[in-house]
């Protein structure tokens, strides 16, 4: 199994683009989240899924969207590009519902400067 | 709003010291969970403590929940190079999704 994984790794954007972070998952998992880490912070919520066609708004959806059309596949949508989306994205799945009851399985990130 | 603090920020230790890091809140957590970091990797799980006064091993870590499930400690014996990364706490105090991670204790061990 090749677990969680995000493409692209590295991405520059220019004010005012779009782009989409890819995320895979080959375990069967129905829950997948999309979190975003700054320097100095914690990991904050994006947007989330219990399963496909369904997705829910997190701590700091604003500027972002997703779809979950099959339940391997979760994209981050990023519409207008502004400098502060500058950030490291993780994409995340689990087995049960929250990660308090079941463990969250990360992706390697996709680090996105927008100058 | 809820959050999770923790301490210090960042350690620097020599091969074989003792260090314990710390993650506090003023909200009560229904669980809270330990995560290792390294550079240009997402979080990986190290352990889930869910009751009070809780105390989980995990070689040479050593995991405690507060009483009040308010708080939490993470304490290596004898830390190696290997120990090296991000250390970060996640809490759950609404059940569902609602989790919040702290910001991590940065940890550099010295061969």
């Known amino acids: 199994n090749a677990g969680v994984t995000q493409t692209p790794k590295f991405r520059i954007l220019k004010i005012g683009q779009s782009m989409t972070l890819q995320c895979t998952q080959d375990?069967?998992?129905?829950?997948m989240y999309w979190y975003r880490q700054d320097p100095g912070m914690g990991l904050k919520l994006i947007y989330y899924s219990v399963g496909a066609g369904i997705t829910d708004k997190g701590e700091v959806p604003n500027g972002y969207n997703v779809s979950r059309s099959t339940t391997e596949d979760f994209p981050l949508r990023l519409e207008l590009a502004a400098p502060s989306q500058t950030s490291v994205y993780f994409c995340?799945?689990?087995?049960?519902?929250?990660?308090?009851?079941?463990?969250?399985?990360f992706g390697p990130g996709t680090r996105l400067t927008v100058l | 709003t809820q959050l999770l603090e923790q301490s210090p920020q960042f350690l620097s230790i020599q091969e074989g010291e003792n260090l314990t890091v710390y993650c506090n809140s003023s909200?009560?957590?229904?669980?809270l969970q330990w995560y290792r970091q390294e550079p240009g990797e997402g979080p990986v799980l190290l352990v889930t403590?869910?009751?009070g006064g809780e105390v989980k091993k995990l070689k040479r870590l050593t995991f405690q929940f507060g009483d009040a499930r308010k708080d939490s400690s993470l304490h290596i014996t004898a830390a190696q190079p290997g120990d090296t990364g991000l250390y970060l706490c996640?809490?759950?105090w609404g059940g569902g999704f609602k989790t919040i991670f702290g910001a991590g204790t940065r940890l550099f061990v010295k061969a």
């Open positions: 995340a799945s689990s087995y049960l519902q929250g990660a308090s009851t079941d463990t969250q399985y």
């Open positions: 403590v869910v009751t």
């Open positions: 996640a809490g759950d």
């Open positions: 909200s009560v957590f229904s669980s």
């Open positions: 375990m069967n998992h129905n829950y």
